[in-house]
């Protein structure tokens, strides 16, 4: 059976309550690559894709699937072709804040990627109903994880950028052992709420050896239209503590705007529709920056190679 139609009669509404929840047992998991693998993954539909970024946040609300999304146009206005890759799962938001529409099925199984502004997209939620819960156990999510690394035709991109879950579980620990991740940027507000959950996944990202390109701190602080003034609503300077903690660079401090959310509810988000907005400019520093940082942890050989999961 394709992928394809595995996701969509995982997602079909059609479905009885116990074939929502389907057992683990009978759910087909390929076989994990462990630490003692001599040989590299095999992601042949990674062939042509020179890096893969993961963006993360210890917790979710952060505004990681913002960040991601604007990025990745940023980058391309750099000149870089990029694809983004939805691995929020269980919350997946991409296909919201751009409407892109349900992928096409090529031959041999592989699946087409939906074009947003020239970036290349996939996320679950392309193949279910708007509002359907995500109904899936933890080796399912990390079965459609590998899927969509392996059986989506990504052709040749500079940039692969993963929007990862919130956390540290299941579908981050498949990507970090199949997925010859580049580096992470990671993305927190500045009260110390969110930099504890961020230092977990400073940590497993760490112990995995990706190296932690940079943190954005988003939702920094607020200018009424009165006053011109920054108001830091939350604590402030969060996120140049956690990037002097992990010894990557700050990458910016993104403002509190309404016109994000209204640009991400419209379908259009806030770099296609005001991109010389403080906002706007941001996501070209952060664009620069992490440019920066990847050519200078990028290993001779043009790839920081695999690494593979020690599990202890
Ligand atoms: P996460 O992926 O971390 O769960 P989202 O990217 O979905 O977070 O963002 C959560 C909400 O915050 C969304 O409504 C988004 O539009 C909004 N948001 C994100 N960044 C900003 C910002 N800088 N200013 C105003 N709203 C923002």
């Known amino acids: 059976m394709n992928f394809f139609k595995k996701v969509q009669d995982k997602f079909s509404p059609k479905r009885t309550e116990t074939e929502v929840a389907p057992s683990v047992a009978a759910i087909p998991v390929p076989p994990v690559e462990t630490a003692s693998s001599a040989e590299a993954p095999k992601v042949g539909a990674l062939d042509r894709v020179k890096s893969l970024i993961a963006v993360g946040s210890g917790k979710g609300g952060v505004g990681k699937s913002t960040v991601s999304l604007n990025l990745a146009l940023a980058l391309q206005q750099q000149g870089k072709k990029v694809g983004l890759m939805d691995a929020d799962i269980y919350g997946p938001s991409q296909q919201h804040m751009t409407r892109a529409v349900r992928p096409k099925l090529l031959d041999g199984d592989l699946i ?24 899936l156990r933890g080796p399912m999510a990390a079965q459609v ?60 990202f760490q112990t995995l050896n990706v190296p932690i390109l940079g943190v954005v701190e988003n939702m920094s602080y607020f200018i009424c239209d009165s006053c ?32 994000v959310a209204e640009a991400s509810d419209d379908g259009r988000p806030m770099f296609v529709q005001h991109p010389s907005s403080t906002v706007g400019q941001a ?30």
């Not at 087409?112 to 996320?123: A, N, Q, R, T, V």
């Not at 010859?180 to 990671?186: E, F, N, Q, T, Y």
């Not at 070209?284 to 050989?301: F, N, P, W, Y």
Request: aromatic share 8%; net charge negative; with cysteine.
């Open 228 to 259: 011109e003034k920054k108001h830091y609503i939350f604590q402030q300077s969060g996120g140049k503590k956690l990037a002097a903690e992990c010894g990557a660079p700050l990458l910016a401090e993104i403002p509190i705007d309404p016109r």
């Open 283 to 312: 996501y070209t520093q952060i664009a620069e920056k992490v440019l920066a940082q990847e050519q200078m942890h990028r290993g001779s050989d043009g790839a920081l190679g695999y690494f593979l999961l020690e599990w202890k």
């Open 145 to 204: 994880i590998r899927q969509f690394l392996s059986q989506v035709a990504w052709g040749e991109l500079d940039y692969l950028l993963i929007d990862l879950p919130p956390g540290t579980g299941d579908i981050q620990l498949t990507l970090a052992q199949i997925a010859p991740l580049s580096g992470a940027v990671l993305v927190t507000t500045p009260q110390e709420i969110s930099l504890i959950d961020v230092r977990k996944a400073v940590s497993m």
């Open 112 to 135: 087409e990627p939906s074009d947003y502004e020239g970036i290349k997209l996939i996320s679950v939620a392309m193949f279910s109903n708007s509002g359907q819960a995500q109904l």
